[in-house]
């Protein structure tokens, strides 16, 4: 994984922890939005992943009966002990654990969703086609944005269709500088 991404991953995992301290919904929407960036350029899994986990809790803390409910406090604790291992896995270059700790998150999710209906799964899907959506706006095919969150072209293009996608948001480009940047990093040995 890039140093930049990761070091950038690291930081939006401490401000999620902050946002999520402060319940700060605004923050946690903004978070997710600056990870596409990284997802975008560089079409890294991490990023991908943390960008959905992020945007999915801004929507189940949107949600005050869930907030409220009896088993929200053991799933705010475990929360930020597995975001906590994400950052850890990240900062020792471990993946591995990176990876695993964002899934504890999501089946800590499915956990909550079981005991509270339906919401969380759809909250993490409709993450996956928003975001999806996202990364097609920053010039990521369709078929590969689909590819890159694991979710079927057909829902992805099946949302896109019913949404306005500005062309204007897909033609805007990096600096001068930032492409150069990109460039020397594909080609580093």
């Known amino acids: 994984m890039n140093d930049l991404i990761k070091k950038d991953i690291i930081n939006l995992i401490n401000e999620a922890l902050s946002a999520i301290s402060k319940k700060d919904i605004t923050l946690l929407k903004e978070i997710s939005d600056h990870t596409i960036h990284n997802s975008a350029t560089s079409q890294d899994d991490a ?10 809790l801004y929507k189940i803390f949107n949600n005050p009966s869930l907030t409220h409910s009896k088993k929200w406090e053991r799933f705010s604790k475990d929360l930020v002990l597995y975001l906590g291992k994400a950052k850890e896995g ?3 270059d471990d993946l591995s654990k990176y990876n695993s700790s964002i899934s504890l998150i999501l089946k800590s999710m499915s956990k909550i969703e079981s005991q509270l209906g339906q919401y969380i799964f759809s909250v993490i899907n409709s993450a996956k086609v928003k975001k999806g959506t ?4 920053h010039g990521i095919s369709a078929s590969r944005a689909a ?4 979710i079927s072209s057909w829902d ?5 269709g019913n949404v ?4 204007t948001e897909r033609i805007l480009t990096k600096k001068t500088k930032e492409r150069l940047e990109s460039a020397r990093r594909l080609f580093e040995i």
Do not use: F, H, N, T
């Open 47 to 56: 990023s991908i992943s943390i960008a959905v986990v992020v945007y999915s």
């Open 90 to 92: 990240l900062e020792r």
């Open 134 to 137: 996202k990364l097609y706006e």
């Open 147 to 150: 590819q890159i969150l694991g």
């Open 156 to 160: 992805l293009m099946s949302y896109m």
């Open 164 to 167: 306005s996608i500005p062309e």
